[in-house]
Nanobody, 119 residues
């Protein structure tokens, strides 16, 4: 079983930066994609960014040009660098791993890390 573990959340003022980390602990011998989602109070969980096993990346329009997703394969860790943060970025951020073992996909969510941006 794979367990995503997030860290790096916190409180910053608008315009500030934070870097979130997600470590994939457990069974990671199969290739996997890793994505970030966020959920603000009273809103549905929404996609933020993804990096696949080949290093290809995608971003939500709302974060393009401000957020950068990257990886350190040696550490099984993915990062989300968040710059020029806005109050609208305030949310619980979740790491999701999509594991592909023999073309069989399984999905794992982390517990989340809180990001709060004040104006």
């Amino acid at each position: 079983r794979v367990q995503p573990v997030e860290s790096g959340g916190g409180s910053v003022q608008a315009g500030g930066s934070l870097r979130l980390s997600c470590v994939a602990s457990g069974y990671t011998w199969c290739p996997y994609d890793m994505s970030w989602y966020r959920q603000a109070p009273g809103k549905e969980r929404e996609f933020v960014s993804i990096i696949d096993n080949d290093g290809q990346t995608k971003y939500a329009d709302s974060v393009k040009g401000r957020f950068t997703i990257s990886q350190d394969n040696a550490k099984n860790t993915k990062y989300l660098q968040m710059n020029s943060l806005k109050p609208d970025d305030t949310a619980m951020y979740y790491c999701k791993i999509d594991l592909n073992c023999g073309n069989l996909w399984s999905h794992y969510w982390g517990q989340g890390t809180q990001v709060t941006v004040s104006s």
